[in-house]
């Protein structure tokens, strides 16, 4: 079992290191110069080879992606070549603000997502079943910006529940004493509850917006989970055998966990490559609007330093995924173990051969 952990852990590092290249190569692949972008398309010649000189953008490719490696190995992500200020520090700040809705977001989203598939499938062919499936592929042709702005009109402008869309706090609000730069984290620390309020007031849509639109997928994996496991022959036997429906759902339920715990994870890298959206509708000082404004300035720091960090998070959640599918599922640690004492293909040795009389 320890042996296996280790194996998906040296994988992962091997994948990071291939993240790492990849958003080297990419990024040095893109299109303009940040000189330019920095200095203004009447920038002259001369200007344009002084800032590439102190940017290191002279120098060849593969000492720029040595460097890069062993910057980013030992947690230096560079500088914005626009505010210069550290990526890896602009990241730990508003990270936070971020999570402040995706992570109430995508668990709104399971808890509609099971609650909705698991009805649908345990109604298959209802009315419940048509109705889920309806809202679903609404849901599903739906951009995250256009429910954004949908409920944007209906909660802001047509209800006047909503307030308005202009990042965590408002013109009223006292800005928390800076600590950790994060306004959600320094609101916290300082015990400014009303600050607090207001911030989770003003996350309420963005939260519903981020459980809506992943609430669709999530309760359509669910559903196809569910009737799977329902027309199996293990759950055909359980009702050969007399167990109620009510048992042999909660059977089924846990056959499908592994699954779902899958999807967990893949929604939430789905959420946080997507954030950029949700606050950009909604004004969120958030990391992804963050790493929205470095592409389209074509700030080559902040755009490595997203596509890693994103990166990292997913892997290290792959790998977490793995060790607990493992603790909790008895077949996939059976087959581990089952592989671990397979013998060699070489076989047993062959009898030895006595003289010949």
Request: contains cysteine; proline residues 7%; positive net charge.
């Amino acid at each position: 079992m320890i042996r296996y952990v280790l194996s998906r852990i040296v994988i992962a590092i091997l994948l990071l290191l291939g993240l790492i290249t990849l958003s080297f190569g990419l990024v040095s692949l893109l299109p303009g110069n940040p000189a330019v972008a920095l200095l203004g398309e009447y920038a002259t010649p001369a200007d344009i080879a002084r800032i590439n000189a102190q940017l290191g953008l002279d120098k060849p490719f593969l000492e720029r992606y040595l460097d890069y490696m062993g910057r980013t190995l030992s947690g230096d992500l560079g500088n914005s070549f626009f505010t210069g200020s550290p990526v890896s520090g602009e990241i730990w700040t508003r990270l936070p603000n971020t999570l402040v809705y995706l992570i109430p977001g995508l668990v709104l989203a399971l808890l509609i997502g099971m609650g909705m598939g698991t009805l649908a499938a345990y109604r298959y062919g209802r009315g419940a079943d048509k109705a889920f499936t309806a809202g679903v592929s609404i849901l599903m042709a739906m951009p995250e910006f256009v429910l954004g702005l949908l409920l944007l009109f209906i909660f802001y402008q047509q209800l006047h529940l909503a307030p308005a869309p202009l990042g965590m706090l408002s013109s009223s609000d006292i800005p928390p004493p800076k600590v950790t730069g994060s306004v959600a984290l320094d609101a916290v620390i300082a015990g400014q509850w009303s600050a607090v309020q207001s911030i989770m007031g003003r996350a309420a849509l963005p939260i519903v917006t981020m459980g809506l639109f992943f609430a669709a997928p999530f309760g359509k994996t669910v559903r196809t989970g569910l009737l799977q496991i329902l027309n199996s022959p293990q759950i055909e036997f359980a009702r050969a055998c007399g167990l109620k429906p009510f048992q042999v759902f909660r059977y089924a339920l846990s056959d499908v966990r592994g699954a779902l715990m899958t999807y967990m994870v893949l929604l939430f890298a789905a959420a946080l490559s997507g954030a950029a959206i949700v606050e950009s509708v909604f004004s969120w000082p958030g990391v992804g609007g963050w790493s929205l404004d470095g592409v389209l300035k074509g700030d080559v720091p902040v755009i490595q330093g997203f596509v890693l960090i994103m990166g990292a998070t997913s892997l290290l959640g792959y790998v977490l995924l793995d060790a607990l599918i493992t603790l909790l599922d008895p077949r996939t640690r059976g087959n581990i173990l089952r592989k671990a004492r397979k013998p060699s293909k070489a076989g047993p040795a062959a009898p030895a051969r006595g003289p010949k009389n």
